[in-house]
């Protein structure tokens, strides 16, 4: 279904991004993992897909930084000679009430998860622009930057970002087969969530409908829709992946 597009997904090492990152190259697309520092974790998700007859290689990037997302748009084209899909899925927690919460982690937040969209954005518009062959940008938010989540206003805030981000993105890029969305997953059991507090599991758990935390790969199916002709006509809208939690 993607054989000769060429995507990149952020923090494709471990997590939701790594089974992303599985099924795109499943589906025939060449892949560049994005890491910021496990390289021995990137380099091994690599091997599997070349084990398994498709491309890929692994990107040092931390995409909070403006520059370096620039060169990890400009390694994936030198390596594959196009950029076709973008998947913003890097992101970090540090959860904490208001009254406790430090600047430093409202700004590394803020940093990782939402400008980090900005910066890999805008250093793949131009070269899907100049292709003139359309072009995908799917973000990974979060049903907590729809309904808000306690002890989260800052990972609340930036993943409410994302989704407006994606509206406004849509419509400057619509006109060019750019499409841009948004996908909000629940509550799936990965590191980022192992130190969620266990009230708040619990609470997740009993507001799901479908009574279960997900798994990653039904994540990984809703960005390779989004991610295929399939969904050419699909921009600005945001699939939640909950369970029904968010609804
Ligand atoms: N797990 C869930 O329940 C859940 C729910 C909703 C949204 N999400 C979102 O899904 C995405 C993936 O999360 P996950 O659960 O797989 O967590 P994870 O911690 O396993 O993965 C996050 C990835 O992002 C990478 N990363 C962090 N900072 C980076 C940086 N500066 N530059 C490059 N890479 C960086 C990490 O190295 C890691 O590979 C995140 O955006 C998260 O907010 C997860």
Redesign the pocket.
């Given at each position: 279904m993607l054989s000769g597009k060429v995507a990149i997904v952020?923090?494709?090492?471990?997590?939701?991004?790594r089974a992303i990152v599985e099924e795109l190259a499943a589906q025939g697309a060449k892949i560049a993992v994005?890491?910021?520092?496990?390289a021995e974790a990137a380099n091994e998700v690599v091997a599997q897909i070349v084990e398994n007859g498709g491309e890929a290689i692994a990107i040092q990037?931390?995409?909070?930084d403006f520059a370096q997302a620039q060169s990890l748009a400009k390694a994936t084209k030198d390596a594959f000679g196009q950029i076709d899909i973008l998947v913003n899925?890097?992101?970090?927690?540090r959860d904490t009430l208001i009254m406790r919460m430090k600047e430093d982690q409202w700004d590394d937040v803020l940093d990782?998860?939402l400008k980090?969209v900005f910066n890999c954005s805008k250093a793949v518009a131009r070269p899907m622009l100049r292709a003139k062959n359309g072009g995908r940008i799917i973000n990974?938010?979060?049903?907590?930057g729809i309904v808000g989540l306690p002890g989260q206003t800052n990972y609340s805030a930036s993943?409410a970002g994302m989704i407006g981000f994606t509206k406004a993105l849509a419509k400057e890029l619509g006109d060019r087969q750019i499409t841009v969305n948004a996908v909000?997953?629940?509550?799936?059991p990965?590191?980022?969530?192992s130190t969620l507090p266990e009230d708040l599991q619990k609470w997740i758990l009993e507001n799901t409908p479908l009574g279960r935390m997900g798994n990653s790969q039904e994540v990984a199916y809703a960005v390779s829709f989004l991610a295929s002709d399939r969904a050419a006509f699909i921009t600005g809208e945001v699939i939640r992946v909950d369970g029904g939690l968010a609804m």
């Open positions: 952020t923090g494709g090492s471990r997590g939701l991004g994005n890491y910021n520092s496990n990037a931390n995409v909070s899925n890097a992101g970090i927690t990782i998860n980090s990974i938010s979060s049903v907590s993943k909000a997953p629940g509550f799936f990965t590191d980022l969530t």
